[in-house]
């Protein structure tokens, strides 16, 4: 299954609210998780199953979506939350991943 | 805390092979399947694999069938990662991780860089 990212970088302002797509080649049954990669390297899971926050991810960060189709979205937008995002499919073996998409305060 | 501690860079020559080390601690491993990551330099991550410690099951991505070995020692709490017949197209950051479930990705390693020389 290919996952894709169409924005491979965003820029945006603190305080706002940004939203990040992803789209799966083919119906992936909400396996949609999202990570987190800071620069230093360090990655994070924040959703997995679409919406669900793992544990001790700020409430700021949501996820939607069905089908194809899904959404990270970031509410408030922090100094820390500068990261490159990743979504990943956990439907069909193998599991695959996004681009990433880099995000950058304006 | 769950922790996972990788071992340290790799400089190695082509054609020779790596044996990576990710240790854990703050769980019991073999309650857990551990995952292998590779991300090559700016670009995105690739799963390799998994193994489930309490019985040495595993599932590869099949165009790393053949290529990585994955193992894990649970008296040490310790999984391994093994890649043969290095090209630079291997030059990359691995990267473990753990999970109660097959599909996601919970707790990550800080990453191990292999550069394969010429």
């Known amino acids: 299954i290919q996952m894709t990212q169409t924005t491979s970088s965003l820029s945006a302002s603190l305080g706002d609210r940004v939203t990040i797509s992803c789209r799966a080649s083919q119906d992936i049954s909400n396996y949609l998780n999202w990570y987190q990669q800071k620069p230093d390297g360090t990655v994070k899971l924040l959703i997995y199953s679409t919406s669900r926050l793992h544990s001790g991810v700020p409430s700021r960060f949501s996820g939607s979506g069905s089908g194809t189709n899904y959404s990270l979205t970031i509410s408030n937008l922090e100094q820390e939350d500068i990261a490159t995002y990743f979504c990943q499919q956990g439907n069909t073996l193998p599991w695959t991943f996004g681009g990433g998409t880099k995000l950058e305060i304006k | 805390e769950v922790q996972l501690q990788q071992s340290g860079a790799e400089l190695v020559r082509s054609g020779a092979s790596v044996k990576l080390s990710c240790t854990t601690s703050g769980f019991n491993i073999k309650d857990y399947y551990i995952h292998w990551v590779k991300q090559r330099p700016e670009q995105g991550l690739e799963w390799i694999g998994w193994?489930?410690?309490?019985?040495?099951?595993?599932e590869y991505d099949p165009k790393f069938q053949g290529k990585a070995t994955m193992t894990a020692d649970t008296s040490s709490n310790t999984a391994y990662l093994q890649f043969s017949s290095l090209t630079s197209e291997d030059t990359a950051v691995y990267y473990c991780?753990?999970?109660?479930?097959?599909?996601?990705?919970?707790?990550w390693g800080q990453g191990t860089l292999v550069t394969v020389s010429a």
């Open positions: 193994i489930d410690p309490e019985n040495g099951d595993t």
């Open positions: 991780n753990a999970c109660y479930s097959t599909y996601k990705f919970a707790y």
